[in-house]
């Protein structure tokens, strides 16, 4: 008399999860969101600035929603764009990239490269992200020159292990970057030193918000540091936030702004765009870029 019941229950189980996956890869991935911060990091009486913080695109390239979507957000009127990296899942992205990316290229920009900008992704078991220490496998090369090459020609800064002033709203910004420290591509003691008190905001960038990079440009007086890679979590729980991070960022920082701990700086983490093809599935995380609209202390 009991197995009934049993079986009923199973069967809901079994229902409920099939419909919270096909909810979160059919629905949630393709809701993509624009988040709106104001982040006091300007000397007093300073006019705002717009920086766009685009990450994670990871981008397939039949996936013109996405492209679309990310060419759009110029009617949000950015001074500036900073890109953090991963934007390509397929040795085809390019020009699905730079068709989502071409609104903006005529403006003040820069950007930093993740571990998908050299190397394509693997098919495994997702649930690998939750184990605290996992070996990284690359897969196919990626066409990583010919992007560089796009936006470099474009007039973007190239902040992989490098340090530069550009103008941007009418102020001078002064960007420190390094290659992406979740495989050991960073080379942050090759570009550190002291702000320029010439500059009139500092921005250090980075795909992977690894502490030992984001300390490091705290300490040289950078105030603002943008940072991707986590995807917010992707798959998060309700009331509890992310599982995981990816990096040794704490999971109550795996998206939005924060303060970083024991510096005056401000960290913006994007939980990006897109999925790794192997998990394309978000669950209470929606795909997003930010607009951070900087305001004076």
């Not at 199973?10 to 919270?20: P, Y």
């Not at 992200?129 to 474009?154: C, F, H, I, K, N």
């Not at 990096?247 to 702004?257: E, I, N, Y």
Request: hydrophobic share 40%; proline share 8%; net charge negative.
């Amino acid at each position: 008399m009991r197995k009934r019941p049993l079986i009923a229950l199973a069967a809901g189980v079994v229902a409920a999860g099939g419909a919270t996956f096909a909810y979160a890869s059919l629905v949630e991935r393709n809701m993509f969101t624009l988040r709106r911060f104001d982040v006091p990091v300007l000397e007093p009486d300073a006019e705002p600035l717009r920086i766009l913080h685009i990450s994670d695109l990871h981008m397939m390239p039949d996936q013109r929603r996405k492209q679309s979507w990310v060419a759009a957000l110029a009617g949000t009127d950015p001074d500036f764009v900073v890109v953090t990296g991963d934007n390509m899942s397929d040795p085809s992205s390019v020009p699905g990239v730079l068709r989502a990316l071409d609104p903006f290229l005529s403006l003040p920009g820069a950007f930093v490269f993740g571990s998908n900008d050299y190397r394509g992704p693997v098919w495994g078991n997702p649930l690998r992200y939750l184990l605290p220490s996992r070996e990284y496998v690359q897969g196919v090369d990626l066409p990583t020159e010919d992007l560089r090459a796009a936006l470099v020609d474009a007039g973007w800064a190239d902040l992989n292990n490098a340090r530069t002033i550009l103008k941007a709203g009418g102020r001078s910004l002064e960007l420190v970057g390094v290659d992406d420290p979740h495989v050991e591509r960073d080379d942050y003691p090759s570009v550190a030193g002291p702000i320029s008190s010439g500059a009139d905001l500092h921005i250090g960038v980075t795909h992977t918000p690894a502490s030992r990079v984001l300390n490091a440009m705290a300490s040289d007086g950078f105030t603002l540091l943008l940072a991707g890679h986590t995807h917010g979590g992707q798959v998060c729980v309700p009331g509890y936030g992310a599982l995981t991070t990816n990096c040794d960022l704490p999971q109550s920082m795996a998206k939005g702004v924060h303060r970083w701990p024991g510096s005056d700086a401000w960290l913006h983490v994007s939980a990006g765009l897109g999925t790794h093809p192997t998990a394309p599935i978000r669950f209470a995380c929606r795909p997003e870029a930010s607009v951070l609209t900087l305001i004076p202390r």
